[in-house]
Nanobody, 114 residues
Framework: QVQLVESGGGLVQPGGSLRLSCAASGFAFGLWTMSWYRQAPGKERELVASISSIGDVTKYEEAVKGRFTISRDNTKNVVYLQMNSLKPEDTAVYYC???????WGLGTQVTVSS
């Protein structure tokens, strides 16, 4: 099957950390740009971070820059989002996206609350 499966979401206190993973299967993962998006209730889906096919170029939304790090392991077909210093406003469903492949995962819930 051609799919992306996110994992690692959950409930965390403000200031805490979480690492999201996105496992890819059924396509040439190492050829495509990968991105993380998020969508909070009642809001539009927004781009959080992206990483080029070989991992040499990364981009971040200003709100998460310095706190989040996107990375990938093309030998394992996995893209990660390390989330540090989490804030309540980071609460959202986080989605993995294979950009050129136009492929999305189903998302994983991240809730930041005390």
């Amino acid at each position: 099957q051609v799919q992306l499966v996110e994992s690692g979401g959950g409930l965390v206190q403000p200031g805490g950390s979480l690492r999201l993973s996105c496992a890819a299967s059924g396509f040439a993962f190492g050829l495509w740009t990968m991105s993380w998006y998020r969508q909070a209730p009642g809001k539009e889906r927004e781009l959080v971070a992206s990483i080029s096919s070989i991992g040499d170029v990364t981009k971040y939304e200003e709100a998460v820059k310095g706190r989040f790090t996107i990375s990938r392991d093309n030998t394992k077909n996995v893209v990660y989002l390390q989330m540090n210093s989490l804030k309540p406003e980071d609460t959202a469903v986080y989605y993995c996206n294979a950009v050129e492949r136009h492929l999305w995962g189903l998302g994983t819930q991240v809730t930041v609350s005390s």
